[in-house]
Structure formats: C-alpha cells, structure tokens
C-alpha cells in the first residue's frame, strides 16, 4: 500500500517562500499524475497544482506564475516550490496521488496535510 509523507509546511512572511515535499512509500508511483490541494479555515478543498507522468504540469489561476510543481520519479517525491506568498495562501496543503482516468480530486492516495500559514 501507498503512503505520502508531506514536509516543509510551516511559517512565512508575506513575499517569502516555502518547499513542500512528498514523498511516497510502498510502491512507485511514476506513472501516476501527482498533485497538490489546499484547504483554507472554514472553506473547501481547491485544486493547487498537479504535474502528469510525462511531466506535463497545471495550476490553479490563482497561484499561476507564483507556484512550481515538480517531480523526481527516481526518489518518489513530487515537490512544490511556492513563491511570492500571500495570505491567501495560507492553508492545509495535501499531496495526492491517482492512476488511470480518476480524477486527481478523487485520487487513489491522500498525504496527511501539512500547514502553510503565511503572515502580512
């Protein structure tokens, strides 16, 4: 069975910079789409960004061109650079993982969360 591991979550200013990094154990997971959602207090799960088996990537408008998502399909690990912080960023990111045609929003495998909290 498939387990992701977040890290890296924690405090920022606002126009600093986080890395948050998921690591998956139990079996690779090269030929599944990876990606990130958050959920900030009191209001429901968003799409973050997601990257494909053959590297293609999507972001959310909202992070669009502040946010970069990455993977390294030897180490098992798919990683988040967030830049330009705000905010609004500030919420419980969660990596996610799916296989075949199930969309990411359903995906086959869900990290534990890790809080993002970014001050003004």
């Known amino acids: 069975q498939v387990q992701l591991v977040e890290s890296g979550g924690g405090l920022a200013q606002a126009g600093g910079s986080l890395r948050l990094s998921c690591a998956a154990s139990g079996r690779t997971l090269g030929t599944y789409r990876m990606g990130w959602f958050r959920r900030a207090p009191g209001k429901e799960r968003e799409f973050a960004a997601a990257i494909g088996w053959l590297g293609t990537t999507y972001y959310a408008d909202s992070v669009k061109g502040r946010f970069t998502i990455s993977r390294d399909n030897a180490k098992n690990t798919v990683i988040l650079q967030m830049s330009s912080l705000t905010p609004e960023d500030t919420a419980v990111y969660y990596c996610?993982?799916?296989?075949?045609?199930?969309?990411?929003?359903?995906?086959?495998?869900w990290g534990q969360g890790t809080q993002v909290t970014v001050s003004s």
């Open positions: 996610a993982a799916a296989d075949g045609l199930r969309p990411l929003a359903e995906a086959d495998y």
